[in-house]
């Protein structure tokens, strides 16, 4: 069974989630590597942004056996 969720709240959660196992996963030294600031807005670098992707494509199929995104 799984339950409905506002679409905001659901995709919050898996950046969140995601961005947190990033992060415990590389470590803080090697996180902060992945980090770079453009206009006072803090970015990841290309690699990070990769790293950050696959984390998110793997958050996004762990919640979808429990959530599911109101239209």
């Known amino acids: 069974m799984t339950i409905k969720i506002p679409t905001s709240t659901f995709l919050e959660i898996q950046s969140d989630l995601a961005d947190w ?21 803090e970015s990841y670098t290309d690699e990070g942004q990769e790293i950050f992707n696959e984390k998110y494509d793997d958050v996004e199929a762990f919640l979808n056996n429990y959530f599911e995104m109101e239209d």
Not at 22 to 30: H, K, N, V
């Open 21 to 41: 196992l990033m992060s415990t996963e590389l470590g803080q030294d090697a996180y902060i590597t992945m980090l770079e600031m453009h206009n006072n807005t």
